[in-house]
């Protein structure tokens, strides 16, 4: 099982800190990503702003907290609650037909589809795997390689789903030159 949580540790953090540098790397990163906040939550937009800056702090205490041995159980259930509402939050978008554009790893503005609804069922899947895992009895420390195998897994696997829309364009689109 130490593999597995490994492994899920790997897809979160990748995804997390991608997520979370993407938002900070530029003024303007920050600022479309506020504007998308205030566009998917039209009732809540006067505290998009705070919502923002509150959804990036999640982010990276999800990283620090899955990154430190002792914090990892935590960060797991962190990890599920913002996921959870991540989840909710784009369910509704995609109902009400927002046209909203994603902003979750960058400038990129795909709009949330039905892609950004499965990607995040998927973490909130891996998420919660990974808490109910903490909760079963630790097999041992485990060999190194096999850590080291699993967290590179996991990586690669969080890789993929931070660029998931490139990955559906290129997939879906009518040139294959694009």
């Known amino acids: 099982m130490l593999y597995v949580r490994t492994g ?3 897809v979160l953090v990748v995804v997390f800190l991608a997520a979370a540098v993407s938002k900070c790397r530029s003024r303007s990163a ?3 990503f506020r504007a998308a906040v205030a566009a998917l939550m039209p009732a809540a937009a006067h505290v998009g702003p705070a919502i923002a800056v509150g959804v990036i702090a999640a982010e990276w205490a ?3 907290l ?3 041995p002792g914090t990892v159980t935590v960060g797991f259930a962190l990890a599920a609650t913002v996921l959870g509402a991540f989840t909710a939050v784009t369910v509704t978008a995609v109902r009400r037909r927002s046209g ?3 902003r979750c790893f960058g400038a990129r503005a795909r709009p949330v589809g039905a892609v950004h609804v499965v990607r995040n069922v998927l973490l909130l899947a891996a998420a919660v795997a990974g808490l109910v895992s903490g909760l079963l009895p630790a097999a041992g420390p485990g060999a190194p390689a096999g ?3 699993a967290a590179g897994v996991g990586g690669g696997a969080g890789f993929l789903l931070t660029v998931l829309d490139e990955l559906v364009d290129v997939f879906t689109s009518p040139d294959p030159l694009l």
């Open 8 to 10: 899920l540790c790997g």
């Open 30 to 32: 920050f600022a479309g």
């Open 62 to 64: 999800v990283v620090v």
């Open 66 to 68: 899955l990154a430190v």
């Open 100 to 102: 909203v554009g994603c």
């Open 147 to 149: 850590v080291a195998v």
